[in-house]
Each structure stands twice: as C-alpha cells, then as structure tokens.
C-alpha cells in the first residue's frame, strides 16, 4: 500500500514512517515540503505519489502554545486539516486523522466513549475537533483516532520531561491513561487494510493520575528527579486541562479484536 505521512519530523510521523515502512510504500514530508496550509503544494504532492491513504499526523500539539497562539493553531490544525480532506475528497484517497482525548472537555469522571458530547475547554483541543468536524462533513472513508497521553517514543513529552534537568512540574488532578505509540502504529496497520471506518478511541485499559504515571516510570527508569506536585489553581499561564481525561477503547478493541495493555505493561517496555 502506497502510503502519504504529514508531519514526518513529529513524534508520531517520524515512528510511522519507520515502523511502518517494512510493509508499506511510504511517503513522508515535514512542513518544508507538505506544509498543510498550503493547499497547491499538497496538490501536487498528492498528485505525483498518488497515495493509497493519507496518514495526517501534522499538527501543533503544544497544548500551552496552542492556547497563546489561537490563530496560528487554528490555520494548521483546523485549516490544514481542511485542506488535507478536500484532496481527499478530490482524489477520493482514505484518511487516517490523528487526533486527540482532548476533544471531549471536561465533564465526566468515568472514561469518554466515541458517542460522548465533545465540548473542549483549550484551543488545542478545539482545532482538532473542528479537524474532525471538516473531515466528518467532507469525507465517507475516514479514520480518527482519538488517542490518550502519546508515550513510548523518542520525542514524546514524558521523555522530554526526563531529559530536562529542571525539576517535572505536574498538575495534582488531571487524571487519564496513555496511548503507546508502538500500539498506535499496530492499530493503523490494522485499520487500514479495512473498510470499518469511523471513530475511535485508543489508549491503554486503565487509568491513573499524571502524576502516579510519571512517578511510577521514574521508579521503572531508575532516575533520581523530583516531581513538583501543584495544585491547578498554581499553574498560571497555561492553557487549562481537563481533571479527568482517560478514554474508553473497547470500541477499538472488540471491532478490529485487539488486545488492549494495562499502564503497567506499557511503561515497563519504555
């Protein structure tokens, strides 16, 4: 299968383009050769490797930049995912949208099933609803996947946090679980070599705080860093979060039968 990535110098373009490589005829681009705002390049690009499926990973997933930077956020994560499914539409080519638990909002205490109301309460997570929206009204043959906390590459934002020498400052509330980005790439390979679109959630079984998931990797990894614990009334400047964020994958699982991991197994193989 011929393959198109966005954003192949992110964390989840630059893993699929890897991992998926050793199946797949891929084509991968960063902003500087498929900038997504720009729809006559994506035209042209999508006209000369004529893709089987377009994989659009670009995206600004800095929740805090997004929040400081409405407009900007808003020309690539909304606009740029317009201009991506209007190809599609055009072209009649299959996408898989990447998208984020951050569209539900904040308003349940028990974790987000697809069918639940999205009502996001940060920039980020509004642009990507409006990603999905367009996607919905433009396009049958669609994929979005609603992930958790990305965890389990290189660039991923919990080992960042690692590598800084900065203490980690973590919000005490936010609960949620986390989404493997080796599983993700297995559930696209899945996915794609079907016709069972729609939405769908993916992330690991069960949850816990962000700061229990990072204490108990820090544990895991051996590594002597302190973790500040606040309150989110002390976090200024931020964008805000939601207190509970986990989702519910069971849709994905019983639909394409595959296994769903425990937090424990994931952070074990990091």
């Known amino acids: 299968?011929?393959?198109?990535?966005?954003?192949?110098?992110?964390?989840?373009?630059?893993?699929?383009?890897?991992?998926?490589?050793?199946?797949h005829q891929i084509y991968s681009f960063s902003k500087s050769d498929f900038d997504v705002t720009n729809k006559s390049q994506i035209c042209d690009v999508i006209c000369k490797t004529t893709p089987d499926?377009?994989?659009?990973?670009?995206?600004?997933?800095?929740?805090?930049?997004?929040?400081?930077?409405?407009?900007?956020?808003?020309?690539?994560n909304t606009l740029g995912t317009l201009n991506i499914a209007s190809m599609c539409y055009k072209f009649n080519i299959p996408i898989v949208y990447i998208s984020t638990s951050y569209v539900y909002?904040?308003?349940k205490s028990?974790?987000?099933?697809?069918t639940d109301i999205c009502d996001p309460i940060n920039i980020y997570g509004k642009t990507k609803l409006e990603g999905e929206n367009l996607i919905r009204t433009l396009l049958n043959n669609f994929f979005i996947i609603r992930t958790s906390w990305i965890i389990d590459a290189n660039k991923c934002s919990i080992l960042k946090m690692?590598?800084?020498?900065?203490?980690?400052?973590?919000?005490?509330?936010?609960?949620?679980?986390?989404t493997s980005i080796?599983?993700?790439?297995?559930f696209i390979n899945t996915i794609i070599?079907?016709?069972n679109y729609g939405i769908y959630n993916l992330s690991s079984e069960d949850y816990?705080?962000?700061y229990d998931i990072v204490t108990h990797l820090l544990k895991n990894k051996r590594f002597d860093k302190n973790i500040l614990k606040l309150p989110e009334k002390l976090l200024v400047n931020t964008a805000k979060r939601p207190s509970f964020s986990a989702i519910n994958s069971t849709k994905a699982k019983d639909t394409f039968s595959i296994p769903l991991r425990r937090l424990d197994d994931i952070i074990l193989e990091l």
């Open 1 to 23: 299968m011929k393959i198109l990535i966005s954003g192949s110098n992110g964390n989840i373009g630059s893993y699929l383009t890897t991992s998926l490589s050793d199946e």
């Open 53 to 76: 499926i377009i994989l659009h990973t670009a995206a600004i997933t800095d929740v805090d930049y997004c929040e400081s930077n409405e407009s900007l956020a808003y020309s690539t």
């Open 105 to 107: 909002g904040d308003y």
């Open 110 to 114: 028990s974790p987000y099933v697809e």
């Open 162 to 178: 690692l590598d800084n020498p900065s203490p980690i400052v973590l919000c005490s509330l936010e609960k949620t679980n986390v």
């Open 182 to 186: 080796k599983d993700l790439s297995y």
């Open 193 to 195: 070599k079907t016709d």
């Open 208 to 210: 816990s705080s962000k």
